[in-house]
């Protein structure tokens, strides 16, 4: 199902195994963000479309790097991360065939498995420290593995010529995944509040970025630029 014409489509993730949900439990801290809130691990793939699918190669693993003109808080700097260890093809395939991206030319992507946890007056709920963004990418896909004990994180969808302004504000429950047009929106998701103080409360999703593989953000070259790459230039 290809994205509709404000540039989104909303897909139903497929069924969360109990080791999926658990492999979340093992994410390091991320230590590059201001508020120690956020749990993460990351990979990045090569895709090329051949014999009618699309084919997935892991590539080998290096830091994190994005543009700061796209990410004020924590780019241009190298972001260390495990590997993610967990099998996610399955959703990285339905979300790439809900884009209808073009298989003539092959892709890039970057994977992010994220854990967000909450603590009232210990661990503020940050979900975008950023606020409304783009993230720099031709498409991403957003899908939320679980919600324990929280409640909040309002995600919305703002049109390009207009951040202010939002065309979509929806909340996605646990099983439910969005893709977007990076290109054309600006995406940003509220902060979680835990339900019960006294009990753990996060929320769990995983995150795919898709960039064409002659704009990839990956190697050498993209690493200087990126690190050399004055914010907002």
Known sequence: M??????????????????????????????????????????????????????????????YITYPKFNPVAGGIRREYMPIENDFEDVIRLATDAISLDPSTPWQINVHQIRIVVKRGEVEGVVVPEGAHKDGHEYVFIGVYSRHNVTGAEMTLRPDDDKDTPFLTTTLPAGKGVVIDDKILWHDVSDIVPIDEDQPAYRDTLIVSYSKWSERWYGDQFEREALLSPQGA
């Open 2 to 63: 290809p994205l509709n014409e404000q540039g989104y489509s909303l897909v139903d993730l497929p069924e969360i195994s109990a080791a999926t949900e658990a492999s979340f439990g093992e994410l390091g801290l991320d230590n590059y963000v201001p508020v120690k809130n956020r749990y993460r691990r990351f990979a990045q793939y090569r895709m090329d479309y051949a014999d009618g699918a699309w084919r997935f190669d892991r590539l080998p693993h290096r830091a």
